[in-house]
DNA sequence: AGCATTAGTAAGCAATCACTTACGTAAGCA
DNA sequence: TGCTTACGTAAGTGATTGCTTACTAATGCT
């Protein structure tokens, strides 16, 4: 899936977005991050769940290791999603600044 | 505030997600915003509290209306945060795809 | 085969969220 | 001055969330 909501409740969380922020520099095993987080391994588990069903990591398994990198579909849906928003957003706001004059 | 936390948890709920496009199309009272929406006009009015908390909208009162419209600053921190975060991201991917040749 | 390592799942719980109805407040208007 | 309009706030409630501990599953190692 890469449904907007999804995709915004994932990065909504301060943990999640950490995780995603850490992956993101460079694919990591599931233990690894655990490491890094101040919550227990099975929240970071749950965490990288929800990350993956929103299509922002996808894991490649190696044996009894998960190795996490960035889903660049979900990655792509967010920003088509902002770039269409933010652009209507900035030309309203244009609209209105020169209405005042 | 401009917290990326706020931000992103103000956009993760589809019913400030939508209020938040209809202000980007352009400005709007806060009673004709509630007009087109299922719930009730004081959840909007609470909707709108946590926009405008994030920084993503903004107030202008004029008698007893208000008109709400976009707010660049909220905007623009998200923006930024994103682009960072995209870049790190994707070339992050792309050398995890070098690596596999 | 048997134990250790790696990681996801289940169950339960306190905190937070989105919603509703009821109420408060301030400006328009007759 | 009293009634209406426009909107926010308060209080209460069921649903969801993020967390923990306990358990399960699968692979590695000796």
């Known amino acids: 899936m890469t449904n907007i909501s999804t995709?915004?409740?994932?990065?909504?969380?301060?943990?999640?977005?950490?995780?995603?922020?850490?992956?993101?520099v460079r694919s990591m095993l599931a233990g690894d991050l655990a490491k890094g987080m101040r919550v227990t391994r099975p929240a970071v588990s749950q965490h990288l769940k929800v990350l993956r069903d929103a299509g922002l990591v996808k894991v490649e398994q190696e044996g009894t290791r998960r190795?996490?990198?960035?889903?660049?579909?979900?990655?792509?849906?967010?920003?088509?999603?902002?770039?269409?928003?933010?652009?209507?957003?900035?030309?309203?706001?244009?609209?209105?600044?020169?209405?005042?004059?």
């Open 67 to 101: 190795i996490y990198s960035v889903d660049p579909r979900g990655v792509e849906a967010m920003r088509s999603y902002l770039n269409r928003t933010w652009d209507t957003a900035l030309q309203a706001f244009k609209q209105a600044a020169e209405r005042k004059d």
């Open 7 to 24: 995709l915004f409740v994932a990065l909504a969380d301060p943990t999640r977005r950490k995780l995603f922020e850490r992956i993101a």
